[in-house]
């Protein structure tokens, strides 16, 4: 029974690599994207067991999903295989330095007909940690559901519950996110949010008020991502500030993801919190310096080639 | 206002080139598929206008659709953009040389959601020729309305109707088929169907027989596409067979399109029917022997010079 | 008719997209250049009517040209095909960051044969603007009258004359290039020019004493280019001077073209000349950051969220 | 504990993809290869649990196989990495349709330092088949020591042996192939060779007589592969002949490896021979009509398509 | 000094490689082409020395044609380099397997401005052959001029004469090519024809007639080309018919260069006419089943891999 | 006989372009790697003839890489074919712009089994200089051997040494290198040492003081290369410190292999030391911001236009 336990959409995209609106774009590489499977696999590499809960469609796309994550060691034994919907995709588009979109296709996705009776409690309830974010509850009112049911899992059998807000406008309805996430704020011990979020759910642009905010609904520990300019971590006993590694930027996507990875397993490793912290944003960093969403992320071993970067590289 | 008019959904079709499970491919190339708009890009080539009408979303697939055939000159004025739902899309596999599959991510899409007011009655009432494929009822409730509508604003104003039942399995539940696009064959004036068409909707097997219920039921003219064996045409009157050209087969998509699209051009030039069959069997096989959907369909020209090909070809 | 009309040569172009010199290179992507076509272009998405005037080979690239100004809504009955010469064509190299160069193979093309009465009065008497650059009339002699031919007919009926004087030293024997620009230069209302080419056209190297160089010679505005620093306007009655935008740039090619359709579009929609200024500097910073001379040229939409690129980008 | 176990080389393979001398090829695709690790996969698809026994580099080329081979359910827990010794790989050359070619790198790799210290005797002991090729006792010393030791195990034990010569000419000294291959096959109780390796072994040339030489050596099934022409299978009581399903050859490579997987997974289902040697065919036929050494393993659903391909395919 | 010398235009050409209008094409690659070069290239790889004369412009182009023949050690003393002209280029276009086109843009291309003062009368003088196709007079009237200069001191000095018609249409105006190459050709000592132009200089369809005709002008030997049917060789005193291997066409381009580069080398190695033609034919045959104009000419040893095609042969 | 002679093993390198980890990379693009092969082609770029002594395997690597120096004009007289042992060949990767890797498969090369009888005494006796590398003491007790051996041939024939350390740790066992390298050092008459390596000879960290060491053990000239910062040249009576031009970095393998090729070069041209530094790094930065290995090496006319980068640059 893994140590970490997340649940959420896995989806295949497909990205143009170039600066180029989508319609003119000619060839697409496919990869796999989704926040809580990235998490579990920064999770995997840096030594933690993990399982992913899910549903995917029985389709070449939902093969792909899942063969990806066994192949990374992934526990995939709680993922049902749904036969009448077929497993979400993406779109990345880049127009250009400044404006990126993503076109979703996955409205009436296998994941998005995830049930609370698709949770096995024992499984959940021999984790140490669960890992939710705010996109899994946006996906559909059976999804909020299993959300709700996961937590409940947890808190009745006292297993620490982190809790990435992941704020994806594309799924909510107008201001309805504000209302969902706070209220599943709520049940959170960790709290990962970014300084951007932060802001869009208080209104509110002072880190650090940003991370009360959260103590105040009953969190313990909040990590605040501050993208390029580090992360800052809040207890009611402390506050630290970490910078960040300064890395060519290849592609920030999933570089939370690897931070959340990174914190969770220091907790559990049970190193203070500044160590933590400093695992999660040079996974971040490394991630954001790498192809890909999922490709990135380090292993403790590639983390201590990078922190000790200074060493002769061959060439 | 265009001398013919058809109705229908058009999508963006992502492939792999190569013979490869979906799930191993790793790149897609972007291109155009959809039957009517394939038909109607062969018209328009061939020399005659046309203009198709449909419903694409306000995203970049839908730009791609929209400019792609503005491109070829089709008339696109009957096209509505819809705010509220995407493009459809779809990926081709080629599992093998027997082997072949489609995903569709067209559930919900913007044409989809046609329905009769999106009509011109003025717009149908004065082309010549309205074709309709047994794709557009399958869509949804309101396309099916939107094609019933369409034939009654043909027949009010006497305009010839062909009909290529083009049955796609996975859009339809159980034999429903059947039914309906027996239905809809009563109306047409032409019908253009494909030998295996044939014995799914009567269960018989022989060529001319399946024309005949065609013919009985108020077909005018049957051209019955008999694959690389070429194609027989059924009137009350005659029974024409002509054999097909021989090319390597690089891309069989498009060639049941590109073969209505001759067969109508040669109607409407005034040409013998066997003149109409020639050309109709001529199309087919230079898109089968091109690679794309599209990108095969001739010009008058390049079917001049693919019939007397055996004139120094200069490499 | 198109309120706005321009003219000059289209050309396929091969680029390789690696920092390589052209010898090694093993891959090239095709794509469409040429300076009025992106210009026209940029007009068009901008939401103004516009027609391009050129000649065209009977060839697959002459073919490409038109049916890529034709989706992009650009009017191209103006253009003539040209069956004795072939469409032109030309080769990017970038060696390094430092050195790049291109390789022309449009000696004798389709364009360089446009002579004067290719020109039907009727259409250009009835646009708003004409706009005019200094590469056609270095194209040939007849291309040269064509300029010339265009000009009259504008003064006679009182249309606006814009100039871009685009100095492509490759197409020019020697120094010849000034005098037929300054030339042409007295007849523009509105002259569009880099700081580059201000320099080589006077030898003086202060934008502002450029700007009323062009203004002693009769232009009533002078919209001065000065690369990433932004942009300078100059009038009898004022100076305006405006920022660049601060963007990753992708690809350069195309934004002085982009600038000059933005600068003209606002002064058509009767802008102040700040703000025809201010969306001059968008569209080509726009363009800068995006892949492709004519793939990043904006709608006005995309100007806005350009502008507002603050707001949430959801990746 | 596996039912199947296979020990050998898996390495990584580079292609390129055109009939091109490999001094010309400018881009090659990374590949998994290797004939038991082929089979291993084989099996598993088919649905029956197998070990793959070997040792990897510490290297990404080991990671990137032992993640896939993880990827698709082949136990993984007998394989060993090798932190002194490379990964080993090879090169494909397809000079033309006649000349093909492989360049080892393989010399001192990894997978060449197993030793019978290596297997664990409770592993192989819990089987019911031990699959062995002439490979693995081709590539050092320390590895033909341990497929006798693995040999050794599955007899004590009680274990069925089936052999593949796989004879790689490259691998061996002089003629050293038939003294070490028909020593082995002495042990083997299934025995699965092509007919040239027949010919090779032996001298003679005639299927049938090939087959009795290693029913006399003591195998109770000989299934011997005739390339497109089918398969024949000999045991002392019968000779059953059985064609090949005819398809386009895509990639020949795997083929030998996929029939031996669907042969023993026939006889651990228990079916008759014929039965066996009909699944071994068209496993065989859906590999070589697909691309990739291992992609175009089928499941037995897919083998079931393939069989009755004869139904309506949607495009 | 090289024992064979040749003269005529390199060009660097550009393909999509699929069958595709080039309109539609997206990428291309860049190759080598020129019959002269090929054969050239053909001759020195089966082991005798050459030298090719011609004119590439001072650019990339040029560069890379210069760099390739170097490479395969073609001697190139003889080539020299314009600074005022541009290196020919060409594009390949697949329509599909009927259709195929070629178009140039060598007008005025540096090797149309060859003269004859570029020859080096005791560079030409110390060979035994100098090897002439129809093309280079085709280019220009000073290349003609510089082929009949050629010829001339091939004359003199007793040099024996090689030629191949070559005849491309899009190169000469109406008939003249008749003209022109059977004046050429009554100097020519070995005539190296195909069939079709066999066809299309005397207007008859027998090959030993063709053959005849070519004899009666003063040839002594010509081996008519006839595509996959083999070769036939006549002389006064004998007729000899090869057949050629079977092999799967990849590309045909350059097989006529690299028949006539082997026929050659057999004659120099003083070989039976017999064996020279059978040599031509394998050479024409591993250059058809190869990509690239140029990749598949075989050094002797592949040829006698390819002859010995049954040995084992590993993948 | 060439001017300038150096040794060393070339090899096939194999590079996937995008910041990811070698086991995820999909496709490879195939180059020339080698730091003498790299300095042989620098030098004969910048017109100085140069040979290249080494040895390859009897396989298209070896052609490979054989044709590419061939078409650059490097003199191959001096390599060996070894039929024995095949080329050596690398893979690089570039996890993220922290971390970089190689994996060599190298052991046991063509190259490593070059031994003192290779050399031909006369060759080197009569060039004026012989450059050397760390790299190839490192490959094998021969290679060692060779090098020592052409160092007593230059020494009693008073030919200039110059020696590049180009320490590469993973070819050394421990701290090796420092004992050859040093001992090798001492006969050099110019060292070209990096800024790194000296640190890692001598454990000191000041440039001046490095080059100092290197003038205490013999050199008349320390050109010490400081990366993007310039150079420093050190002898007994001047120091010249000279800054790099500002280039975007693309690729800086290489650039060492360039700087010793335009130091040279210069040198040979009897150039004052302040403009043999310049040549160097100017021909540095070049390759620095240029893709491949060898690919970005200069002419004089290039490094010329480099320097005047300042004129008008049409793109």
């Given at each position: 029974m893994p140590t970490v336990v997340t649940l959420g959409e896995a989806m295949v995209v497909f990205t143009?690599?170039?600066?180029?609106p989508l319609e003119y774009a000619t060839s697409f590489k496919k990869g796999l994207g989704g926040a809580e499977a990235n998490f579990a696999v920064g999770v995997r590499r840096l030594g933690v067991d993990v399982g992913w809960i899910s549903r995917i469609g029985k389709d070449p796309f939902g093969n792909f999903i899942i063969k990806n994550l066994k192949s990374e060691g992934v526990?995939?034994?709680g993922v049902k295989i749904d036969e009448d919907h077929p497993t979400g995709i993406y779109f990345k588009e880049k127009r250009n330095s400044i404006i990126a979109n993503v076109y979703y296709y996955?409205?009436?996705?296998?994941?998005?007909?995830?049930?609370?009776?698709?949770?096995d409690e024992g499984y959940i309830a021999s984790a140490k940690i669960l890992h939710i974010t705010g996109i899994t509850p946006a996906l559909s009112d059976t999804c909020r559901a299993t959300v709700y049911k996961a937590i409940e899992i947890a808190k009745s059998h006292n297993i620490t519950i982190s809790f990435d807000p992941?704020?994806?406008?594309?799924?909510?309805?107008?201001?309805?996110y504000k209302r969902v996430l706070l209220d599943i704020a709520q049940y959170a011990d960790i709290v990962l949010p970014g300084l951007e979020e932060g802001k869009m759910l208080f209104?509110?642009?002072e880190p650090e008020s940003i991370a009360k905010k959260f103590l105040d609904m009953g969190a313990k520990i909040v990590a605040l991502k501050l993208g390029n300019k580090g992360a800052m971590l809040v207890t009611q006993e402390q506050t630290i500030y970490q910078l960040s590694s300064k890395v060519k930027e290849v592609?920030?996507?999933?570089a939370g993801d690897g931070f959340d990875a990174g914190f969770i397993v220091g907790l559990l490793r049970g190193w203070e919190l500044k160590e933590c912290l400093r695992l999660a944003n040079d996974v971040g960093a490394i991630v954001v310096s790498t192809k890909g969403d999922m490709e990135g992320l380090p292993t403790m071993e590639e983390v201590e080639i990078f922190r000790g970067n200074m060493v002769h590289i061959e060439r």
């Open positions: 143009s690599e170039e600066y180029i526990d995939v034994s996955r409205k009436g996705s296998a994941a998005s007909f995830m049930v609370p009776e698709d949770l992941n704020i994806r406008l594309k799924l909510w309805k107008d201001n309805e209104g509110i642009t592609d920030p996507v999933g």
